[in-house]
């Protein structure tokens, strides 16, 4: 019964973990402003200045894009702004091939112009604007609308220390979208259909009906050891608590997974998929879900501790889809492996931000602060790519 178990915990977090796809291609949160300087620069398709690509080149994140056949643009404006466009889907391709995801390319947005704006010297990003036009399916299943300044309920369980966190909305229903993600995750979503029929539950459509506010994942990055948290908001816990409870009792009778109980909370570990070890629980309005029991633990903990002991939101803004912040040296290390860049051990972790908006009526802009591009903020990709990685060498 190991597949109920995953695919029960992939509907709830599908549709958030591929986010980090949609933006392949950052000092502080006030500096992120909804318009940029000057505008997005834009130039005809296949002016690529060497000034331009000279400077691309000097940051070690872009210097394979300055290669790469997936840019488009590159050019340098009057005050020494970079302005690029880019073909997501060829930049992202052989990621994504390699790691047996290639129906996802189909999913990430056509193309992406951005401006980049250095301080400090050569190699260096102090701010970052993208536009991402539609269609760009995986972006859709974001929520566009506004919501009120005040953190999410998640931020409740997420103990301090966090070297990296991410913050999403999902459109109203988008998990129980019967077509998400088209052909790309048609198998996905033939194995949660196939729990669905086995359980004689809608399981999607009670997840939609149920989720009540911003999911948020942390990382905690110590001494080489990695630990990841993702807290999902319930407007009523008791049905997803009821289908954990079934889950609990399949993997107990199976010995797929160790059920116990940490102050009045049931939790589940499961962990028999190389690559992919979870422990799961409700408490109170909150879904959680932890890559070790120990981590699991600390959240339930952290809602029960003085507010002053926890990881607080960055408050983002009313109109903010995604964002995510990263000290991390893992996020940074598993970003660089993906651009084929080096990670200087010894430069200390500066803090990246970045915030994903709606723009016009179906474009997305990504908007980032600090000391690396902006998407080298999101924690999802590299945890991904080291759990693909670990399964494909299982």
């Not at 979503?189 to 506010?213: F, M, N, P, Q, S």
Request: proline letters at 7%; one cysteine or more; hydrophobic letters at 45%.
């Amino acid at each position: 019964m190991r597949r109920p178990a995953r695919a029960a915990v992939l509907a709830l977090v599908v549709a958030g973990i591929v986010a980090g796809f949609l933006v392949m291609c950052p000092d502080a949160w006030r500096d992120l402003s909804p318009s940029t300087p000057g505008g997005l620069f834009r130039r005809a398709k296949g002016v690529r200045e060497p000034e331009a690509l000279s400077r691309l080149s000097s940051i070690p994140f872009y210097r394979a894009l300055a290669r790469s056949d997936g840019l488009r643009v590159a050019t340098l404006d009057g005050d020494g702004r970079l302005h690029v466009e880019i073909d997501v889907r060829a930049l992202a391709a052989p990621h994504l091939r390699a790691v047996g995801w290639v129906g996802l390319t189909d999913l990430l947005p056509a193309s992406a112009t951005g401006t980049i704006e250095q301080a400090g010297g050569p190699g260096s990003v102090s701010h970052e604007w993208w536009e991402f036009t539609a269609p760009a399916p995986l972006l859709d299943v974001l929520d566009r609308s506004p919501v009120e300044a005040t953190p999410g309920i998640a931020w409740s369980a997420v103990p301090q220390g966090a070297d990296a966190t991410l913050e999403l909305r999902l459109r109203p229903g988008a998990v129980s979208d019967p077509s998400l993600g088209g052909d790309a995750l048609a198998a996905w979503r033939e194995r949660i259909e196939l729990v669905e029929k086995l359980l004689g539950r809608d399981i999607r459509g009670e997840l939609a009906a149920d989720l009540a506010g911003p999911i948020v994942v942390a990382i905690y990055d110590k001494a080489g050891e990695l630990d990841a948290l993702a807290i999902v908001p319930l407007v009523r816990s008791d049905r997803v608590s009821g289908l954990l409870q079934t889950v609990f009792g399949l993997g107990a009778l199976t010995d797929r997974a160790a059920i116990r109980s940490y102050r009045e909370v049931t939790t589940g570990s499961f962990g028999a998929d190389p690559g992919l070890k979870i422990s799961v629980a409700v408490d109170g309005p909150l879904f959680i879900a932890a890559t070790s029991q120990g981590r699991l633990e600390s959240a339930i903990d952290a809602r029960r501790l003085d507010p002053s002991r926890r990881t607080t939101s960055p408050g983002t803004g009313t109109d903010v889809a995604w964002s995510a912040r990263s000290t991390s040296e893992f996020v940074e290390q598993g970003w660089c492996r993906l651009a084929h860049c080096a990670v200087d051990s010894r430069t200390p972790h500066r803090e990246t931000h970045a915030v994903l908006r709606p723009s016009g009526q179906a474009g997305w802009r990504l908007e980032g602060a600090g000391a690396a591009p902006a998407i080298t903020a999101d924690p999802l990709v590299p945890i991904l790519m080291s759990v693909a990685g670990r399964r494909r060498h299982s």
